[in-house]
């Protein structure tokens, strides 16, 4: 039982003595079958160490979702591994992998995939009922304060059909921090949204970064998002063509 | 509530007219099985007590034990469509018991028993006129029987008393009179095997409702039939008895077996052959009414397969974001489960209403005039048993049904549901 050896509730990793919180090497995917079969990543190494604001890149096609989805522990590459936190994925059962996913990483995606028969407050609470939780006090008053932060505070019982695009993906942000995760991993987060709610997003995004130096990785091909990161990776035909990090990022989009 | 009965419970709530026609055809495949079950037994009981009004509980019959035993083991042995019957009497063996009235005292003085009867019964002709017509003389003696049987009670002309006031007294089978021709008050001629015959008065009519009895069957007293056989005073055909108890009789059985040194049946084995038709036809009824159930039961993998397929995306964050397989799987089989349980419950209520209802208003039937055994009303057993079977029985196909289409949910691979939408 790695992941119990690795993720026991008393003993979750802190990232790498060396600040990795996310490591992948030489990673490989194909996907389709038979003819339609093609290489999408193809010999990726990529270290995000904590604090990191990443913005991954790329035309679409690129690998940008397949390489988050590896990262995130959602899929398994064909070779090369992934390490989060210090902990191999490859060698953790899929069970063990859920809660892995629980404990240390956070997601959102283009869609906010709310559960409709339940309030945001709920929705926000939900990964911490997978491991038990969500009921007590303490949880309940955290989850109020992350949808507080995110702007909801007076939407908490509403559910998902009550409430605009945009205001879904900020329960989904939400959602992704009840955890306290290590890591935040965001697929295309305002792909879906008008540009005043990918706005607010954005900045929510920012000030978890510089505020509580929550390491972000961030797939887009908004090119804003990227100027306002620390480092841009980008991807083309599933090979890193370029990592910069930036010195002063742009602080708005 | 944990998570799991949470995420269940809400997505029940949330699809209230798809779950509520899932638990609606639970319910009904409760209350029918129930109420099937209910008919069938009462059927067997309606049966049995009529069965017991005319029959002795317990009857020795003119078989030593010895013969029994060696019949009975060779029967076992035998293939089971061969019937093994005891060696015929030879002319000098009357198949009777010897001793009777003696064997009938020490039988009445075992515990249990409350009431014996000498039967003398032999094949006869009773002539009215010029109508003769071949039927079973039974020789009995009529105050010993009434503490045996209620066949007095089946008297529907004349009287059964009528039969202990006059000695050549007889009691004709309703459908044997007809035939005869003969009414009450009439004088019959009745000749035994051996050629003897006497003229007796028919005192009563006899309507039990039993083919044997109301068709070929002339009760008379007990020297009367005696003298026609050519049977000695303390000889008969079979003792009857009665007992405190209709059932667990194995034990009386057996003692009385002993005492006699004759071979004695229960009344479920003088009448196994109704019974074991019953027994038939009950399961034939609940394997079909079974399938009612089983039907329900895919009504709610039904209802979960569509769910699951419903909810792909749902259950792919719920993995994405810690649920493990288990607690997927967890999800869907409490509302299986929850399902279940109420279309169980719901069976179980209107089951009980409806036999409640049926038992204070019973469905009547015309019956044939004066047949004791006729079913002649809806008569419906209750018993709690039914319902905590049933339900249990309703449950556990309720879990199956969902075992088996929660299978698609666990084989989501988040990714690929994901990946798909993005």
């Known amino acids: ?253 | 509530m944990t998570a799991v009965a949470r995420l269940a419970w809400r997505h029940l709530v949330a699809a209230p007219r798809p779950v509520a026609l899932t638990v609606a055809g639970v319910a009904v495949g409760v209350a029918v099985f129930i109420f099937t079950v209910a008919m069938m037994d009462g059927l067997v009981i309606f049966f049995s007590q009529r069965i017991l009004r005319i029959s002795p509980t317990l009857t020795v019959l003119p078989e030593r034990q010895e013969t029994s035993a060696a019949r009975l083991s060779l029967q076992r042995s035998a293939e089971p469509d061969v019937l093994v019957l005891s060696r015929p009497p030879v002319p000098d063996q009357r198949p009777t018991l010897r001793g009777a009235p003696g064997l009938a005292n020490q039988l009445a003085a075992l515990p249990g028993v409350t009431g014996v009867s000498l039967a003398a019964a032999a094949a006869g002709v009773i002539s009215f006129g010029t109508v003769p017509e071949g039927a079973v003389v039974l020789g009995l003696d009529p105050a010993a029987e009434r503490q045996v049987t209620e066949l007095w009670r089946l008297v529907v002309k004349g009287s059964w008393d009528a039969l202990s006031a006059r000695r050549d007294g007889v009691i004709l089978g309703v459908n044997l009179a007809e035939r005869l021709g003969a009414q009450v008050g009439d004088r019959v001629l009745v000749a035994g095997e051996g050629g003897a015959t006497k003229e007796l008065e028919v005192v009563g009519i006899l309507a039990a409702g039993v083919g044997a009895l109301d068709e070929g069957t002339a009760i008379v007293n007990l020297p009367v039939a005696q003298g026609l056989a050519g049977w000695g005073g303390d000889e008969a055909s079979e003792l009857r008895l009665r007992t405190a108890e209709f059932l667990g009789l194995e034990k009386l059985r057996r003692r009385a077996g002993e005492l006699a040194g004759y071979r004695v049946d229960t009344w479920q084995e003088s009448n196994r052959a109704a019974l074991q038709l019953f027994r038939t036809i009950g399961l034939t009824t609940y394997l079909l009414t079974g399938f009612v159930l089983v039907v329900a039961g895919l009504g709610i993998g039904n209802r979960l397969a569509t769910m699951i397929l419903d909810k792909e995306r749902e259950i792919a964050i719920l993995r994405a974001y810690g649920f493990s397989r288990w607690a997927v799987r967890g999800v869907f089989v409490l509302e299986g489960l929850l399902m279940g349980v109420a279309g169980a419950l719901a069976g179980c209520l209107v089951a009980a209403l409806v036999i409640a209802y049926l038992q204070a208003f019973p469905i009547r039937f015309a019956a044939r005039e004066g047949a004791a055994l006729a079913y002649t009303e809806l008569y419906l057993a209750n018993d709690p048993r039914y319902y905590l079977l049933i339900a249990a029985v309703a449950v556990v196909i309720a879990l199956l049904a969902a075992a088996l289409a929660v299978r698609r949910a666990v084989r989501v691979l988040p990714v690929e549901v994901l990946r798909g939408i993005a």
């Open chain 1, 1 to 253: 039982m790695v992941l119990r050896r690795h993720l026991g509730e008393q003993h979750l990793p802190e990232q790498a003595g060396d600040g990795v919180v996310l490591q992948a090497i030489n990673l490989r995917r194909r996907l389709g079958v038979g003819a339609a079969a093609r290489e999408v990543l193809r010999g990726i190494d990529l270290t995000v160490r904590s604090g990191e604001f990443v913005a991954l890149t790329g035309p679409s096609g690129s690998g940008k979702s397949t390489l988050l989805y590896l990262l995130g522990g959602l899929d398994s590459p064909d070779e090369g591994e992934v390490h989060v936190a210090g902990v191999p994925l490859a060698t953790v059962r899929d069970d063990d992998l859920a809660r892995l996913r629980n404990q240390l990483i956070g997601f959102v995606y283009q869609f906010h995939f709310l559960l409709p028969e339940f309030s945001a407050l709920d929705n926000v609470l939900m990964p911490l009922w997978a491991r038990g939780g969500g009921r007590s006090r303490g949880d309940r008053a955290w989850g109020e304060e992350l949808l507080q932060r995110v702007g909801l505070g007076d939407k908490l019982d509403k559910l998902p059909r009550e409430l605009s695009g945009g205001e879904q993906q900020r329960v989904a942000v939400a959602r992704a921090l009840v955890n306290r995760p290590r890591l935040l991993l965001a697929d295309e987060p305002t792909g879906n949204l008008d540009s005043a709610n990918g706005q607010a997003v954005y900045e929510l995004f920012r000030r978890l970064n510089r505020e509580q130096r929550q390491t972000i990785l961030v797939v887009t091909h908004d090119p804003r998002w990227a100027a306002a990161s620390d480092r841009v990776v980008r991807l083309l035909d599933g090979r890193i063509v370029a990592d910069e990090r930036q010195a002063q990022p742009e602080v708005g989009l």
